[in-house]
C-alpha cells in the first residue's frame, strides 16, 4: 500500500504544529491531527496565550489604578468580566487561525480527531465531525502534550475546584482563591486574580516557591509578591478539600520539610500535626502537569514509556519503534512551549538527514508576573553540586536609569561565569521585562560568551538591558552604577 503521508503528526501544539510546518518546509507530505476542535494545543487554547492575555488585562488594571504618581487620574477602574473574557477568547481565536492559515500556506493537511496507533505506519483517526479515516505514513510523530497532575483524592470540576482551565474562566472575580502549588501557574494566575482584588493564598509543599529557580530570587520574589497580597504558606500539604455550597474547606498539613521548632525555613509558624483549615471561595490545583497518551494506542505497537510515563526517546527524538518519533511535554525535559517547537523543528530535519538539535543547556525559563522572573543556564546550587567554581555578578534594577523612571526597581540581574574561563554559565533576572532581556543572555551563552563579553557590548542608555551588562561587569568587580 502505497503511503499517505511522509509523516504524520499526533497533537498540533507548539510541538507538533512546528513539527509540521518544518516538515513541509523540508517537502515531506503532512497530516497534522488534534482531537480538539482547533489547532494549538495546550498552549494556545488553555495555556501561554490566555494566561497572557489575563495577565496583560490585570497588569493594565493595576497600572491604571496607580497612575496618579504620573499625573494621570483614571477613576477607580471596574472589570467588565464578561469583556474580559471576550478579549481573552479573542487573543486565542487570533492564535489559532493563524495556525490554520500556516497549515493551508504549507499544504499541510489538517485534521480534527483522536489519532490511534495501530500499526507503526497506520493511525486510525476517529474525526471530530464523526466517521474514521485509516492513515498510512513513513514516520510518526507523537506531540500528544501533558495534562494537569492531579492531587490525590481531590476531583477538580472546574467551578469550586479548579485546574489552570478553570482558574482562566472565571465567570466573577473570587473573594478568596486558595491555590495548592507555588511554582509557575500558581503564581502567573495568583498575581491575575489578587490584582483584580481576590484574596489569594498559596499552599507549596517546599520551604520556598518556583522549585528549579535561583534561591535568592525565589526569595526576593516571595517578598515581592507578599507585598501584592498573596499569602505564602510554605513546607504544607493539602491533605483534603471538601466542597460546601458556596466555598470549599480545605485541610493542610506540615510537609516533611519543617524543622524541630515546627517552623518552615521561611520563618512560618507550620500547620499542627493535626491539620488546619482553611475556608476560600474557589481552589485552584496547580501541582505539575503529566505526559499526556490515553487513546493513543502506544500499546498496540509496543512504544515504550518511562518510569514518569513519559514516551521514551533517545537523543534523536525517537521511540524503541524505528519509525516512531515523540517530542514537546510528552516526552523528557522541561514543560516549555519553546522547548517543544524546538524539538519540532528539530525531529523534522533529522528524518531528511539533516542535523537538527536542541542544545538543553541553554533553555530559557520566564514567570510572566509583574515584575517577571526569567533564568537561563544553571543556578548557584546546580553549579555547586556539580563543583563548578563559578564568581558572580549581581545588579538591583533600583541602579537603572530606565527602572528608576518606570518606577519599576524591584529585582536584580544575575549572572553567574565560570570561575577560570568567564564563560557565562547562567543568568537569573527578577525584574521589568526580564523575559525579554533573557533572549540576549541566551544568544550569548550558545555563542560561548564571556561575561566580559557582554560587559564590553554597548547596550543603548536608558535600557533595562543595560542592568544586564552590570551585572556582568560585576562579574569582574567593575560595574559602574553601584
Ligand atoms: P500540547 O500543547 O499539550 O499539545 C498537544 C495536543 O495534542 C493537544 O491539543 C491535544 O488535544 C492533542 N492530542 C493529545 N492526544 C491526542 C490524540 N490521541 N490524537 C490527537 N490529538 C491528541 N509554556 C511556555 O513556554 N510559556 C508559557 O507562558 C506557558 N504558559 C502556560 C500556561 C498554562 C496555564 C499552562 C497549562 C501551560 C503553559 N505552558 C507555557 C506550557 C505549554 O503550554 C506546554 O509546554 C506546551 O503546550 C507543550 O506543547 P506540546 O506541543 O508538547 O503539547
Ligand atoms: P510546577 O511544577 O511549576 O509547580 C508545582 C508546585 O506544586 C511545585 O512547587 C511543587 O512543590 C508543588 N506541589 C506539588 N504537590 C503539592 C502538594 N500536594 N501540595 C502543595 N504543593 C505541592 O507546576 P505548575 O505550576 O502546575 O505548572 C506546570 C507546568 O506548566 C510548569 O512546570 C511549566 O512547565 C508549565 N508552565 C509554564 C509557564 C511559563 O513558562 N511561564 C506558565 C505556566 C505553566
Redesign the pocket.
Given at each position: 500500500m502505497a503511503d499517505d503521508f511522509d509523516i504524520i503528526v499526533?497533537?498540533?501544539?507548539?510541538?507538533?504544529y512546528v513539527c509540521a510546518i518544518r516538515a513541509a518546509q523540508l517537502g515531506l507530505r503532512v497530516a497534522c491531527?488534534?482531537?480538539?476542535g482547533t489547532h494549538g494545543?495546550?498552549?494556545l487554547n488553555?495555556?501561554?496565550i490566555p494566561?497572557?492575555a489575563l495577565l496583560h488585562a490585570s497588569e493594565t488594571y493595576s497600572q491604571a489604578a496607580h497612575a496618579n504618581h504620573m499625573g494621570i487620574q483614571f477613576g477607580t477602574p471596574k472589570i467588565d468580566m464578561p469583556a474580559l473574557m471576550k478579549y481573552k477568547q479573542k487573543t486565542i481565536d487570533g492564535n489559532v487561525q493563524g495556525i490554520d492559515f500556516l497549515f493551508k500556506k504549507n499544504k499541510i493537511e489538517a485534521m480534527h480527531g483522536?489519532?490511534?496507533l495501530i500499526a507503526p505506519d497506520r493511525v486510525k483517526v476517529a474525526l471530530l465531525d464523526g466517521g474514521e479515516r485509516i492513515l498510512q505514513t513513513k514516520y510518526i510523530v507523537i506531540?500528544?502534550?501533558?495534562d494537569i497532575a492531579p492531587l490525590a483524592g481531590v476531583e477538580i470540576d472546574e467551578q469550586r475546584i479548579v485546574s489552570?482551565t478553570g482558574a482562566?474562566d472565571f465567570d466573577s472575580v473570587p473573594k478568596s482563591l486558595l491555590i495548592v502549588g507555588g511554582g509557575v501557574?500558581g503564581l502567573e494566575l495568583g498575581s491575575v486574580w489578587a490584582r483584580l482584588g481576590t484574596e489569594v493564598t498559596v499552599v507549596e509543599f517546599l520551604d520556598h516557591i518556583i522549585a528549579g529557580a535561583d534561591a535568592d530570587i525565589a526569595k526576593q520574589f516571595q517578598t515581592v509578591l507578599t507585598k501584592q497580597g498573596l499569602r505564602f504558606l510554605l513546607g504544607r500539604k493539602v491533605t483534603n478539600i471538601e466542597t460546601l455550597k458556596a466555598s470549599a474547606k480545605v485541610t493542610i498539613a506540615p510537609a516533611q520539610n519543617q524543622n524541630e521548632a515546627g517552623q518552615n525555613e521561611a520563618g512560618q509558624k507550620g500547620a499542627n500535626e493535626a491539620g488546619e483549615t482553611l475556608s476560600a471561595e474557589r481552589v485552584l490545583v496547580a501541582i505539575g502537569?503529566r505526559p499526556?497518551t490515553a487513546?493513543?494506542g502506544l500499546e498496540n505497537v509496543g512504544v515504550q514509556l518511562d518510569a514518569q510515563g513519559r514516551v521514551e526517546t533517545d537523543k534523536h527524538f525517537k521511540t524503541n519503534i524505528d519509525n516512531i518519533y515523540a517530542?514537546?511535554?510528552?516526552i523528557a525535559g522541561p514543560?516549555?512551549?519553546?522547548k517543544?517547537e524546538d524539538e519540532g523543528i528539530a525531529v523534522a530535519e533529522i528524518l531528511v538527514g539533516q542535523a537538527g538539535h536542541v542544545n538543553y543547556d541553554v533553555i530559557p525559563n520566564v514567570i510572566?508576573t509583574a515584575p517577571e522572573v526569567a533564568w537561563v543556564g544553571k543556578t548557584e546550587a546546580e553549579l555547586k553540586s556539580a563543583n563548578i567554581a563559578y564568581k558572580v555578578g549581581t545588579f538591583p534594577f533600583m541602579a537603572n536609569g530606565r527602572a528608576k523612571v518606570n518606577g519599576t526597581v524591584e529585582g536584580f540581574v544575575k549572572t553567574l561565569a565560570d570561575a577560570n574561563t568567564d564563560r557565562i554559565l547562567g543568568v537569573h533576572i527578577l525584574g521589568p521585562e526580564a523575559g525579554n532581556m533573557i533572549g540576549e543572555a541566551a544568544v550569548a551563552m550558545e555563542f560561548g560568551a564571556s561575561a566580559d563579553d557582554i560587559a564590553r557590548t554597548c547596550h543603548a542608555h536608558p535600557t533595562l538591558s543595560e542592568a544586564l551588562k552590570e551585572s556582568a561587569l560585576a562579574v569582574a568587580a567593575r560595574a559602574i552604577h553601584m
Open positions: 499526533i497533537g498540533s501544539g507548539p510541538g507538533g491531527i488534534d482531537k480538539r494545543g495546550t498552549c488553555v495555556g501561554c494566561s497572557k483522536a489519532g490511534e506531540a500528544t502534550g501533558s489552570s482562566l501557574i502537569r499526556y487513546g493513543l517530542i514537546g511535554d510528552v514543560m516549555l512551549a519553546h517543544a510572566y
